[in-house]
């Protein structure tokens, strides 16, 4: 495949470029700034598939009255060291920073606490939100799906049943976080999204169609598509595949249960019709302070890393890297050489920008 065409948007121009859209769109001035500031945090962090290229679909499910506005959390239940919170379908990057603001606090003050969100917009990329509790020294575990987002056939199906049901677990360290961070499907949806837009190639045993082949063709999942334009994952009668065999597979499995089945925001399916879609998420916060010995833990894990590090690599150009690594230099590349985009998916936010009167940079 022709290596795909980019552009390359410094990080300010496109932030507040997507600030912008999100303000002519109907979104508060803090909350554009939010959502713009997670998008493009996605894309420095090398995660295309969850950063600005979802910009035309998050208007598209506002307008449709999918998603709403400044929305804030309410309690469902609260038992102190644990609570459920309700979404009421904000935008993710409001919402789910609200309930890890919420979890944050209480572990901070108690040591511990598990909560649960159900109803959120899209959350985005969920390490975002592992890097907000590491930051207060905090640990985090996320189990996350997508109600009424069935995508991803389960370890010898051929048939979707799961979302893609991203895990992710942070660890705070004084050198910087561990983060961990994945969806449970062999690629993302955002991955298949890029690979339809130009971008980076799918593997070729990433999808599976209705007759059990291996393909990494995006038709398998979207069906037939414009170039420029939306995407729909009715379209295609194919399915990504759990990551990990069987394990990958009981893993997405669980984050049905904790993140749909126990907050209440409901599993990826049955469902007839793909419409809105909403992100549930159960949340263990754990405070290392408060556990046991912070320093010991530290220096304990420190070690521990840096052994797993020394181990020789199998291929002398690929050393050996701790969760969250990979994303740091992205980081560090993109600020310099800003954010790229693939033609197709900047023209698609280009359109978007101006079906609602803004012009691009
Ligand atoms: P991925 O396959 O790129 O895996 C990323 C994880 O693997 C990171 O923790 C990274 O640090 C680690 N990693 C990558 N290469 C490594 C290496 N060589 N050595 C050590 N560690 C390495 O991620 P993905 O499955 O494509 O997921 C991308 C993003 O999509 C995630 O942020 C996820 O939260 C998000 N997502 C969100 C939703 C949603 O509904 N909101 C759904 C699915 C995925």
Sequence with gaps: MAEPDYVYIPVQELESFVTRIFGASGCTPVESARIANHLVGANLAGHDSHGVDRVPRYIAWQKAGYIIPDQKIEVISDGGGFALLDGKFGFGQTVAKQATEFGIARALQSGAC???LRN?????????????????????????NVAGSVLVAPFGGKERRFSTAPFCIGVPLPS????????????????VLVAS?????????????????????PHTLYGPYEQVGPRNASGGTGAIRAFGDHKGSG????????????TGGG???????????????LSIYLSPQHFGDEDAFHQAATDYIAWVKSCRPAAEDAPILAPGEPENHRRAARRVSGVP??????????????????NGP
């Design 114 to 116: 598990i909560v649960g």
């Design 120 to 144: 959120s917009g899209h959350i985005g990329r969920t390490g975002d939100y592992a890097e907000m509790a590491t930051a207060q020294g905090l640990i985090s575990i996320h189990f996350v």
């Design 176 to 191: 910087g976080p561990v983060i961990l961070d994945f969806a449970t499907s062999f690629v993302a949806e955002g991955k």
């Design 197 to 217: 837009n130009g971008g980076k190639a799918l593997p070729e045993n990433a999808l599976i169609t209705q007759d059990g082949e291996m393909s990494g063709d």
């Design 251 to 262: 893993l997405a499995l669980m984050c049905e249960l904790l993140a749909g089945a126990l």
């Design 267 to 281: 599993t990826s399916g049955p469902i007839t019709e793909r419409g809105r879609i909403a992100n549930g998420m």
């Design 341 to 358: 985009l693939t033609k197709d998916a900047w023209q698609g936010i280009l359109e978007t920008a101006a079906s609602l009167g803004i």
